[in-house]
């Protein structure tokens, strides 16, 4: 069955910039929007932004400024770079597979990754 | 931007409905879809569209919309029902309900 599998550091140091990947398994990437969503310990979810996979971006307008979300088609992967860290980025940071609405102003997310725990400290 | 609003906890007893509502003034326009997550999880996609229910998501879970308010009903509530649920709508995701099954 389709599987994502976040990786990346579990600790990172205030102003760095954190990198994460998607690894997704079971289907092609080359379909759907490749989304990073993100929880702070005792709180609810945020939406980080996506990436189609012919590299069309829409991101978080809180976010933006410190996002860049990528795609490696030819290694069924995603990725996540959010810079100048602070504490308050300490999250689970989770994958997930969007699928558009009608248009791509719409869409939700049926598939998630477990999830990985990212300190800024 | 645009905010949907949840209640922060909603109680009910086992066997009896439970009715979990989002509001946004971007509802009438967009579509809505709702999560559970339960603790140590992530979260699982339980209503697309206002009202699709994805293969697999028992039928006691349903999902109505009007106007401003998307609503998730969940019938005859069970224990593994306490969870976390969350409304969401494009880029934005609601604050959250805590269903407590007492």
């Known amino acids: 069955q389709v599987q994502l599998q976040e990786s990346g550091p579990g600790l990172v140091k205030p102003s760095e910039t954190l990198s994460l990947t998607c690894t997704v398994s079971?289907?092609?990437?080359?379909?759907?929007?490749w989304s990073w969503i993100r929880q702070p310990p005792e709180k609810g979810l945020e939406w980080i932004g996506y990436i189609y996979y012919s590299g069309k971006t829409n991101y978080n307008p809180s976010l933006k400024s410190r996002v860049t979300i990528s795609v490696d088609t030819s290694k069924n992967q995603f990725s996540l770079n959010l810079s100048s860290l602070t504490a308050t980025d300490t999250a689970i940071y989770y994958c997930a597979r969007g699928r558009a609405v009608t248009t791509d102003e719409n869409w939700y997310f049926d598939l998630w990754g477990r999830g990985t725990l990212v300190s800024v400290s | 931007s645009y905010e949907l609003t949840q209640p922060p906890s909603v109680s009910v007893s086992p066997g009896q409905t439970a009715r979990l509502t989002c509001s946004g003034d971007?509802?009438?326009?967009?579509?809505a879809h709702w999560y559970q997550q339960k603790p140590g999880q992530a979260p699982v996609l339980m209503i697309y569209?206002?009202?699709e229910r994805p293969s697999g998501i028992p039928e006691r879970f349903s999902g109505s919309s009007s106007g401003t308010t998307v609503t998730l009903t969940i019938s005859g509530v069970q224990a593994e029902d306490e969870a976390d649920y969350y409304c969401?709508?494009?880029?934005?995701f609601g604050g959250g309900t805590k269903l407590t099954v007492v």
């Open positions: 569209k206002d009202s």
């Open positions: 969401q709508s494009a880029g934005v």
């Open positions: 079971g289907d092609s990437i080359s379909r759907y929007y």
């Open positions: 971007v509802l009438p326009k967009q579509y």
